[in-house]
Every structure is written in structure tokens, then in C-alpha cells.
């Protein structure tokens, strides 16, 4: 890269060096204005050079594999986030229902899992380490929509 970088610059130099020769060698009138015009032509060509050197199939390649990257890359973010929002859900319920137990006067801990509805996550199955408590079953089933047969129990000793 660093050579042809040298290349690049040296060529730029020698073309400059050379249109200010010729400028300065040439009579004044139409001769010097032809070649004034020559000569910034070729210095442009130069300059651009390296950008028509340029091989358009190689950087439509690079940029189908960036594509497939950032594709690949977008799709581990979003399983990442559905997971994170997952957690928050199934911790911050487990969280709401110990809050009314505790209202009931009962002290537990909770497990909740959920189920996937297209992207959101749904609260569905309730673990509980006491007796059942019916009202408490109840109040689980008509705010959070889990039914009593996706709440377990303890069961009695």
C-alpha cells in the first residue's frame, strides 16, 4: 500500500514539475494557453489515476461479505435483545406477584417463564414454593393471563 502510495505521489510530482516547465519554457499566446490546458489535463489524469485502476468486481465482493456482516451481526443483536427483554419480563413478574403475595400475607419466591407472541414475550408459567393460595391463583390467572394449569405449586406435605 505504502508503494504504491509513493508511486502514486511520485507521479503527481513529476507531473507538476513538468507542466511548470513547459509553462515557463512556452511564449506567451495561444501556444501557452493550449498547453497550460494540456497540461492541467494531464496533471488531473494523474491524479485520478489510482481511482480508475479501481477493479469494481473486487469492491462489489467486499461489499456483499460487509452485507452478510452486518446481517449477521443485526441478527445476533436482536436475539440478544429478545433475550434481555425476555429475563426483564419473567424478573419483574416473578417480582409483581411476590409483591401481592406478600399483600396476601405470604412469603415466597417465584419463577416465571415466558412464551414468545411473534416478538413480544408473554408471561406463561408461574413456579411458586408454597401450598396453592386460590386467591392468590386467581388474582395470577385475571392479571397476568397465566391460567391455573401453567401455575405449580407446591405441594402439601
Known amino acids: 500500500m505504502m508503494e504504491q ?6 507521479g503527481v510530482i513529476a507531473a507538476a ?11 506567451k499566446g495561444a501556444v501557452a494557453s493550449i498547453a497550460k490546458i494540456t497540461g492541467g489535463l494531464i496533471l488531473l489524469l494523474v491524479l485520478v489515476r489510482p481511482i480508475l485502476q479501481v477493479d469494481i468486481g473486487s469492491l462489489e465482493l467486499r461489499y456483499d461479505e460487509y ?11 436482536r436475539a440478544d435483545n429478545q ?15 411476590s409483591e401481592k403475595a406478600a399483600a396476601f400475607g405470604l412469603a415466597c419466591t417465584v419463577q ?7 416478538d413480544v414475550p408473554i408471561p406463561d408459567d408461574v413456579t411458586m414454593d ?13 392479571e397476568l ?5 401453567h401455575q405449580y405449586w407446591r405441594e402439601d406435605e
Do not use: N
Not at 5 to 10: D, N, P, S, T
Not at 67 to 77: H, L, P
Open 112 to 118: 416465571v417463564e415466558c412464551r414468545w407472541e411473534g
Open 67 to 77: 452485507a452478510a456482516q452486518i446481517d449477521e451481526q443485526i441478527g445476533q443483536y
Open 17 to 27: 514539475m513538468v507542466s511548470a516547465i513547459l509553462y515557463t519554457l512556452l511564449p
Open 83 to 97: 433475550q434481555q427483554l425476555q429475563q426483564i419480563i419473567e424478573r419483574e413478574s416473578a417480582a409483581y406477584i
Open 5 to 10: 502510495l509513493r508511486i502514486w505521489l511520485f
Open 145 to 149: 393471563g397465566i391460567d391455573a394449569t
Open 130 to 142: 408454597i401450598p396453592k393460595h386460590m386467591e392468590l391463583s386467581r388474582w395470577i390467572e385475571q
